[in-house]
């Protein structure tokens, strides 16, 4: 199968499109043929190196987390799908090599969940881990529909799912960004407000109670955070351990098929989007990388596997 491989640790200039393996499909496995995945910043971290301390990689490494398909074969003890099933997954598993910018991709069936019928393929494959880790924060968080909450990061990927989540838990939302971006904001049911010096003033201005709830998508505002709390406040980040020291959670997303499964229904019962920046044919995902790397686009870069 043609897939995107890497065979040593550096930029986005060491992936290949190379010929591989197909994947071997186990007992509790299920055989996935790629439509389209999207690149999350982990996944160049992970090729940079720097994740090197703390998870194990086994080269050559096909890289990507975010994975929306068609299944394709299920091995022994896998009943819950079947060939012609259409599934998402962010498909963590225990080492880094067997990633999802393959044509096919072999994952426990613990990791899949029916793709959202609302979502085209660019859609899904952008939604898991994004959308995971603001459904996990937010819940984690208790958030309830009296709550008002503060996003840190409205615009991103991350950020984006998690206003349209707040807002579909019940919760009054205000996300940061740039002012150019606020109408987006608005869109998704949003109210925003410029990041940068002054924000905990800007912010107080439009929530004089403060907020019951603040998600931090993008690190680096734990001083804003604490500064616009409302007391018995509830907060949390997934880019800033520091928060621990100060009553906050510091979270990194978990790959539960049943919190994925519930994210899909919400997406259909709330007509939640998931923004698309751009899309790149799989053999220019160092394209993909690079364009992801410079941090400046609104929504998720979708790698196109099978555009069929």
Do not use: C
């Not at 989007?273 to 992801?292: C, H, Q, S, W």
Request: net charge negative; aromatic share 6%.
């Amino acid at each position: 199968m043609k897939a995107i491989s890497y065979s040593q640790y550096g930029s986005p200039d060491v992936l290949e499109l190379t010929e591989q393996p197909l994947p071997k499909v186990g007992p509790g496995m299920v055989l996935v043929k790629v439509k389209a995945a999207s690149v999350n910043p982990v996944d160049w971290k992970i090729m940079a190196g720097y994740l090197d301390s703390m998870m194990d990689l086994q080269f050559p490494v096909i890289p990507g987390w975010d994975v929306a398909g068609v299944v394709e074969s299920a091995g022994i003890d896998a009943p819950n799908f079947r060939p012609g099933d259409e599934v998402i997954a962010y498909g963590r598993k225990d080492f880094v090599h067997g990633g999802s910018f393959a044509e096919y991709i072999a994952l426990p069936e613990r990791l899949l969940a029916r793709k959202p019928a609302t979502l085209d393929w660019d859609g899904s494959a952008g939604l898991p881990l994004a959308g995971l880790t603001a459904y996990q924060v937010l819940t984690r968080l208790g958030i309830k529909a009296s709550d008002t909450v503060l996003i840190h990061g409205g615009a991103g990927g991350v950020g984006s799912l998690g206003i349209q989540l707040a807002v579909a838990f019940g919760a009054r939302v205000i996300a940061t960004a740039s002012e150019k971006n606020h109408d987006f904001l608005r869109a998704l049911g949003a109210e925003p407000v410029s990041y940068g010096e002054g924000l905990a003033e800007r912010v107080r201005a439009v929530a004089p109670a403060g907020a019951d709830v603040v998600a931090d998508f993008v690190g680096g505002n734990l001083d804003t955070t604490l500064a616009v709390l409302a007391e018995g406040g509830r907060h949390a980040s997934i880019a800033d351990s520091s928060v621990e020291e100060h009553g906050g959670t510091w979270m990194w997303v978990n790959p539960v098929a049943a919190d994925l499964d519930r994210l899909a229904r919400l997406v259909d019962e709330h007509g939640l989007k998931v923004e698309v920046a751009r899309t790149f044919p799989l053999a220019d995902a160092a394209g993909a990388f690079r364009l992801n790397m410079e941090g400046h686009t609104r929504g998720k870069i979708i790698v196109r596997v099978d555009a069929g």
